[in-house]
């Protein structure tokens, strides 16, 4: 009757104490273990090199109103299955590869007239 109780000892086999509290895989894709960085990273506005040469060349200052409007194009044509799209504002209008949330290439109203977009699947006009 005074034998020690051992941890481990009251099941069959091998099985250690945090055994029984461990989560099991899933087998769910690995998207579901991302940090909180990379999901904010994931909703975040970027800039390709190119667009912010084109921003500084054509003296393009995008205010954070601005920027929030461009999120929300994006968010929208996201939500209707685009991949690459033009967006266009009062006196810009800017490339975006809306999967990776990037701005590709940026342009000013002069620079607009006259010009050709391609390899494009949507627009979004924001008034």
Do not use: C, W
């Not at 941890?7 to 509290?21: D, M």
């Not at 999901?39 to 921003?55: I, P, T």
């Not at 929030?68 to 590869?97: F, P, R, T, W, Y």
């Not at 809306?98 to 391609?118: E, L, P, Q």
């Amino acid at each position: 009757m005074n034998d020690p109780i051992r941890i481990g000892s009251l099941y069959p086999g091998r099985i250690q104490p945090g055994t029984l509290h461990q989560v099991k895989n899933s087998g769910l894709p690995k998207s579901q273990d991302t940090t909180f960085e990379e999901m904010l990273q994931d909703r975040l506005l970027h800039f390709s090199n190119h667009a912010v040469k084109r921003l500084e060349q054509r003296g393009i200052r995008l205010q954070p109103e601005q920027l929030h409007q461009i999120e929300s194009a994006i968010d929208d044509a996201a939500a209707k299955g685009a991949k690459d799209s033009l967006i266009l504002m009062k006196d810009m209008a800017l490339i975006v590869n809306v999967h990776n949330r990037t701005v590709v290439t940026a342009m000013d109203g002069n620079s607009m007239k006259g010009n050709v977009f391609t390899q494009i699947d949507s627009a979004v006009i924001i008034s």
